[in-house]
């Protein structure tokens, strides 16, 4: 009888030790996710509204918007890298430009173009560029702001970059998601302008001057090898850049600005919205009856 209470004793023990170490794991979590919704709201939020996320702060749903959109563009990256080899990867050849996502100005009446031109990309530099950029910015906005928001930002980013390259820029291609990054630059800058004082000066100081030298190099370069650089092949436009960073600089800025308030009262979310349908049919029109490309 004596052994066989000293073995309970010592398996109740073992128990109660387990169950302190698993204790112990999950506070330390719980302390490690804390700390990170603490980092993410200090980068996205002004400080009067980081409280009421922090109460409410969790990861369901996760980001899976900006992740979806990220393993389709990579998927498809690679799958023109693939089936028409390259001897590098750089630049990939003549398969995007034949491909039916790719925005084309002669295929215009082929709408779905206006949208899936995102998912193709002109080469390695191209694409990581973007999905380093919309990973860093898209995932924390999507974990204070969901994903509904995020999407709606980002997709009219990738439109309104389309629709404008259409009418300022009608006989360039148009591939790569640099529209819907631009719109969440665009969101999250002017997010970062209006709140400068509630956001940590020093550190909004170093968000803004961060996001303006990546715009104007990019944007730079983009210029150069449009206008400079007298390459053979299709021309790319430029003009969708600064298109999405315009849609991410409006609808962008009401939707990252409004945590926790009610958009449809919101007058400034009416007017971006009457603003970019206004856009949308003068583009329409623009395309079916004006536009100088070749039907």
Same mark, same amino acid.
């Given at each position: 009888?004596?052994?066989?209470?000293?073995?309970?004793?010592?398996?109740?023990?073992?128990?109660?030790?387990? #169950?302190?170490?698993?204790?112990?794991?999950?506070?330390?979590?719980?302390?490690?996710?804390?700390?990170?919704? *603490?980092?993410?709201?200090?980068?996205?939020?002004?400080?009067?509204?980081?409280?009421?996320?922090?109460?409410? $702060?969790?990861?369901?749903?996760?980001?899976?918007?900006?992740?979806?959109?990220?393993? $389709?563009?990579?998927?498809?990256?690679?799958?023109?890298?693939?089936? *028409?080899?390259? *001897?590098?990867?750089?630049?990939?050849?003549?398969?995007?430009?034949?491909?039916?996502?790719?925005?084309?100005?002669?295929?215009?009446? #082929?709408?779905?173009?206006?949208?899936?031109?995102?998912?193709?990309?002109?080469?390695? #530099?191209?694409?990581?560029?973007?999905?380093?950029?919309?990973?860093?910015?898209?995932?924390?906005?999507?974990?204070?702001? *969901?994903?509904?928001?995020?999407?709606?930002?980002?997709?009219?980013?990738?439109?309104?970059?389309?629709?404008?390259?259409?009418?300022?820029?009608?006989?360039? $291609?148009?591939?790569?998601?640099?529209?819907?990054?631009?719109?969440?630059?665009?969101?999250?800058?002017?997010?970062?302008?209006?709140?400068?004082? #509630?956001?940590?000066?020093?550190?909004?100081?170093?968000?803004?001057?961060?996001?303006?030298?990546?715009?104007?190099?990019?944007?730079?370069?983009?210029?150069?090898?449009?206008?400079?650089?007298?390459?053979?092949?299709?021309?790319?436009?430029?003009? $969708?850049?600064?298109?999405?960073?315009?849609?991410?600089?409006?609808?962008?800025?009401?939707?990252?600005?409004?945590?926790?308030?009610?958009?449809?009262?919101?007058?400034?979310?009416?007017?971006?919205?009457?603003?970019?349908?206004?856009?949308?049919?003068?583009?329409?029109?623009?395309?079916?009856?004006?536009?100088?490309?070749?039907?």
């Amino acid at each position: 009888m004596g052994d066989n209470d000293i073995e309970e004793q010592d398996t109740l023990r073992v128990q109660s030790d387990e #169950e302190g170490d698993n204790r112990g794991n999950i506070k330390s979590r719980g302390r490690r996710v804390e700390k990170f919704q *603490k980092n993410v709201s200090r980068w996205m939020l002004p400080e009067e509204l980081r409280e009421t996320y922090l109460e409410r $702060a969790n990861c369901c749903p996760p980001p899976i918007f900006i992740i979806l959109v990220s393993l $389709a563009e990579l998927g498809v990256f690679i799958y023109y890298a693939v089936w *028409k080899p390259q *001897k590098q990867w750089v630049t990939l050849g003549i398969g995007i430009w034949e491909s039916p996502l790719t925005y084309m100005p002669e295929q215009r009446e #082929e709408a779905w173009r206006f949208l899936s031109y995102m998912f193709v990309h002109a080469g390695v #530099e191209h694409i990581l560029g973007n999905l380093i950029m919309q990973l860093f910015l898209g995932i924390p906005l999507e974990l204070v702001h *969901k994903g509904f928001e995020v999407g709606m930002v980002y997709m009219a980013g990738v439109l309104a970059g389309s629709l404008a390259s259409s009418i300022f820029d009608p006989y360039s $291609a148009l591939v790569g998601a640099s529209g819907g990054v631009y719109a969440l630059m665009g969101g999250y800058f002017m997010n970062a302008v209006v709140n400068f004082r #509630e956001m940590m000066p020093l550190l909004g100081a170093f968000r803004i001057l961060v996001i303006v030298l990546i715009v104007g190099t990019d944007v730079g370069f983009a210029i150069y090898r449009r206008f400079i650089t007298h390459e053979a092949g299709m021309k790319v436009s430029f003009v $969708a850049h600064i298109a999405g960073g315009v849609a991410g600089m409006t609808i962008g800025y009401v939707f990252f600005t409004n945590y926790s308030k009610e958009l449809l009262k919101d007058p400034r979310f009416w007017l971006c919205i009457v603003g970019y349908i206004a856009f949308f049919f003068f583009a329409v029109i623009f395309n079916i009856f004006l536009s100088p490309a070749p039907a």
